[in-house]
């Protein structure tokens, strides 16, 4: 099969360029031919993402865009595989080419400022279908900046993304939660798929998934001494992210462990600053708190981190999409505490790997709670370890590929061109 990739850049900016990368590669060993289609190649500082030796690729800041999309069209893709477009206008000259597939990635079609979440009077997941009553929120609950004119041009923007989402042959997104999103906004269910996403499947310590470790029922790990515990935070530090809420916990979960507690904030952001006072503060009356910002950590570093956390707490306010870093400490064996919000829930299943805080709103008491559930025994950590392994194991390559590939088989026009594959994905 033909497969064009589309997406704003090349560069590996984020989650969706980091899933690209994986994707690619796999999908050319199984026999299909990609091109990449891309409107930008920014930012020079980041890396590019890696394509086969023979695959095409065409950039609109180089080409221009009709010289891109003619380029395009006389490659004669089978499929269109979509993830993020910034211009509608090119976005709707894409869908003409061939059957196309949109990877819903986040909220682009369904709230005005793509967050889905009320600010005021209290921060909490915004339930609204996406239409021309999100007007009449945008202000009262602070849902973006304070200038009409913007709240009316993204308005606009996120009313054609939703238009153009009506007119794809077929809509892929991650969580249940996603696809609930996607029908309650017109999109036909037959139209729309979830299915299990991509999650790198790195090395365990084998305490944590060596079956002979059992005893009684409960993983006897090794993996930690628990004199003192071991908490995470990793992601951009801005508000919605709840930073600011996990530190406000901080002293609830301490009073109630009776162990020092010492927590990592790896990444970086606006609300870094302001959080990193925060947690002087905490230290300055807590003896046994310890609390280190190290910035953004290089994928050895993080898993050196994760070798040796404890917990993971995703204090997320707003209804993140998937929440890709709690799989990737599951592959590690790490449990998370996180809010129960966006899509979560599909990952996290409260009391087996690791223990949810209720959402709507979000607490600090909530949180601490659910930091406690996690952390009350050496016994019940070593459980939620080994499963979060086990749960971890699901998002695996082959099964993110079966699915995408039964998508494009259903709306691919020629059938023969989807090859019998040789190797099939470990």
């Known amino acids: 099969m033909r497969i064009a990739i589309i997406n704003w850049t090349r560069r590996r900016v984020g989650g969706v360029e980091h899933y690209l990368s994986t994707v690619i590669p796999e999908l050319r060993r199984l026999g299909h031919e990609i091109a990449f289609w891309h409107e930008v190649d920014v930012p020079n500082e980041r890396e590019e993402i890696d394509l086969p030796e023979d695959a095409s690729s065409w950039c609109v800041s180089n080409l221009g865009a009709q010289e891109s999309l003619e380029a395009l069209k006389a490659w004669q893709p089978d499929i269109i595989y979509s993830h993020k477009v910034e211009e509608p206008g090119l976005e709707a000259e894409l869908i003409k080419i061939a059957p196309s597939v949109y990877f819903a990635h986040d909220y682009q079609g369904m709230c005005i400022s793509g967050t889905k979440t009320f600010s005021f009077p209290v921060t909490k997941p915004c339930g609204r279908r996406f239409d021309r009553r999100c007007l009449a929120h945008y202000f009262p609950h602070r849902c973006g900046g304070r200038s009409p004119l913007t709240m009316f041009k993204l308005y606009r923007l996120q009313a054609k993304r939703l238009e153009l989402l009506r007119r794809y042959s077929a809509i892929v997104t991650h969580t249940d939660h996603m696809l609930k999103e996607l029908i309650d906004h017109g999109l036909p269910a037959h139209q729309a798929y979830r299915f299990p996403y991509y999650v790198g499947q790195g090395n365990v310590p084998d305490e944590v998934t060596d079956p002979s470790k059992e005893m009684a029922g409960v993983v006897q790990s090794t993996k930690r001494n ?179 590939l039964d998508v494009f088989e259903k709306i691919a026009p020629q059938r023969s061109r989807i090859p019998t594959p040789l190797n099939r994905v470990a």
């Open 226 to 404: 628990y004199k003192y515990w071991n908490l995470l935070f990793s992601g951009r530090m801005e508000f919605l992210k709840g930073g600011h809420i996990f530190l406000e916990a901080l002293p609830g979960v301490l009073a109630q462990v009776k162990k020092p507690l010492r927590v990592t904030f790896a990444g970086d952001g606006r609300a870094r600053a302001d959080w990193q006072r925060k947690a002087k503060r905490l230290e300055d009356r807590h003896e046994n708190l310890k609390i280190e910002f190290i910035g953004w950590a290089s994928k050895p570093r993080m898993n050196e981190i994760l070798s040796d956390c404890d917990l993971l707490v995703v204090p997320s306010l707003w209804p993140e999409p998937f929440g890709l870093v709690g799989p990737e400490a599951g592959v590690r064996g790490v449990p998370v505490a996180a809010f129960a919000v966006g899509g979560i829930a599909d990952w996290l299943e409260n009391g087996t790997n690791g223990f949810l805080a209720p959402g709507n709103p979000p607490t600090a008491d909530g949180l601490a709670t659910a930091v406690l559930n996690c952390l009350r025994s050496p016994e019940v950590h070593a459980r939620l370890s080994r499963n979060a392994v086990l749960l971890a194991q699901r998002f695996n390559i082959k099964n993110h590929l079966d699915a995408l």
